[in-house]
């Protein structure tokens, strides 16, 4: 199965910002840890995975009533902290939970792909 | 008396007993197989309805469970078959590829492999990413085979919206991909414990007051007892299963004393020659055997705890010699661990017998659980005690008014009744 994991909220992390260069190196060595579990485990790879942009810098399209309107900003406050995402080939749903607990302890939603053949 | 040696024919009751002890090694050797949770329940329910109609006329078969997996295997068959080329893309269980290879097992393996696949069933239904209502009810329906109307009397829904609900559950299984599979050991014994709260809460729904007349579900309850023993039975040695199955016996085995011509008995009037003792020397056992020398989860803590509660009471002889001393020090213990209003309330009872009523309404300061009518009617129990009659009066009409409950309302009405008259 194919999943899309959202890195939605810091958690109980500090936002980004608030780290010292100590702290960022330990929170990046975390990602190199989930990489490399990844790459250990059979059956599970990153097909994809980018670090996002701020919300200062999203743009929400919505049509309606025929036409397009564009704002700045994100789609809805709740996503405003989304950091990043990972979009992950995977047997099932706890190969993933377990890998992704190597990861810092962001808030995530994982929605499955759906397979079209 | 000596019994005659032969060879049983079961009939209904035959098939009954048989349906309940292997439906859940049934679902899962079927789901091993097929992959499909959409098609299997229906399935093995045709095969107990055909068994139904063909065993009293045939005689029962030599194997009644190999007779039930063929002929569900034969209709599950018969589905795919009839399923027209969209609906082949029905999405499949995630099944373990390595187990898949292992092949069609049946029920002559009674080995390991089809003990692991009761388990994989068993951690299927209880996936934390599955609603706890919904969990509980589809571990009830496919490992215990409890029949959708019961399940649905056990959590007061109407029995449509309890099947709506498990039918969600199972494509929800599917859809998410969880698996019918075993995870990782490193998470396993956390897997268990959510195992372990999934029959937990299907067990307090039993004891739930409802709406209605039917205060004690209590017979329901007793189906997540079982739930507990089947899964104890794979995992002999894991310590929230242990503590939980003695908090569940202790509670259980006070069912048939807790009514009494359709009203509720308090536990200090209950008839304690009707309580199962047998249940409260299993659980004593339990609450002192190996797997619970050692540390502890919190949870599994709390269930201790809860049990030892439960012990102090159903060991004395009769209510006076209740050791509420040691009790009230139990529940400090609890609240250190799981801290919970109900906690609270249930030690300011026990405070007020070990201190008087005017220590308890002490404690009961500045409680409240939300819809709840407890706070209030333990609060006019102890103020009647005081002798602040008035004041008890209006607790009394607080409690009457937040209970939902026919008995318990009965049972506060009668107490509030017998209050001394105003002079």
Known sequence: MKYLVLLIGDGELKPWSEHDDEEQAAVMRQFEAFHAAVEERDGVEILAGEALAGPAHATTVRTRGGSTVLTEGPYTEAIEQMGGFYLVETPDLDALLELLRVLPPYDMQLSPAVDPY | ?423
Request: proline content about 7%.
């Open chain 2, 1 to 423: 008396m000596v019994t005659p040696d032969v060879p049983s024919q079961p009939g209904l009751e035959g098939l009954e007993r048989v349906v309940r002890e292997e439906w859940g090694r049934l679902v899962a050797l079927l789901l091993a197989q097929f992959r499909r949770l959409d098609l299997v329940e229906d399935a093995l329910g045709d095969a107990v309805a055909a068994a139904s109609r063909r065993w009293p006329v045939d005689g029962a078969p030599a194997n009644p469970p190999a007779w039930l997996l063929t002929t569900a295997r034969r209709r599950v068959v018969d589905r795919l078959r009839t399923e027209d080329v969209a609906r082949r893309k029905e999405p499949m269980l995630v099944v373990d590829a390595r187990q898949r290879q292992e092949g069609a097992r049946t029920m002559a393996d009674a080995g390991s492999l089809v003990e692991d696949d009761v388990l994989r069933l068993v951690l299927m239904c209880a996936h934390p990413a599955l609603a706890p209502e919904s969990a509980s009810a589809l571990s009830l329906r496919l490992v215990l085979g409890v029949p959708t109307a019961d399940i649905a009397r056990l959590f007061l829904v109407p029995e449509p919206t309890m099947a709506a609900r498990i039918t969600r559950a199972k494509k929800r299984i599917v859809g998410a991909g969880i698996p019918f599979g075993v995870p990782d050991a490193s998470v396993l014994p956390d897997r268990i414990e959510v195992v372990a709260q999934t029959a937990y809460l299907a067990f307090t729904a039993g004891y739930a007051p409802g709406t209605g007349p039917d205060l004690l579900r209590a017979e329901l309850s007793g189906e997540a007892v079982r739930l507990v023993r089947v899964v104890l039975g794979l995992r002999p040695d894991e310590p929230a299963l242990v503590a939980l199955l003695a908090l569940m016996l202790l509670q259980h085995s006070r069912r048939d004393a807790r009514l009494r011509d359709g009203r509720l008995v308090l536990l200090a009037g209950q008839d304690r020659s009707r309580w199962h003792h047998d249940e409260v020397a299993e659980a004593t056992r339990l609450l002192s055997s190996a797997p619970l020398a050692g540390p502890v989860t919190p949870t599994t803590a709390s269930y201790v705890l809860q049990a030892r509660i439960a012990a102090e009471h159903a060991t004395v002889a009769s209510s006076d010699d209740t050791p509420w001393d040691r009790i009230v020090g139990l529940y400090d213990l609890l609240l250190q661990v799981s801290p919970s209003p109900s906690a609270r309330l249930a030690r300011a009872v026990a405070v007020a017998e070990d201190r008087g009523a005017v220590a308890g309404l002490a404690e009961l300061e500045g409680l409240e659980i939300p819809d709840s009518h407890r706070p209030a009617a333990v609060r006019a129990e102890l103020l009647s005690r005081a002798g602040d009659t008035d004041a008890a009066r209006a607790a009394y009409d607080q409690a009457i008014a937040a209970c939902r409950n026919d008995v318990e309302r009965a049972f506060l009405e009668g107490q509030r009744a017998a209050l001394r008259r105003p002079t």
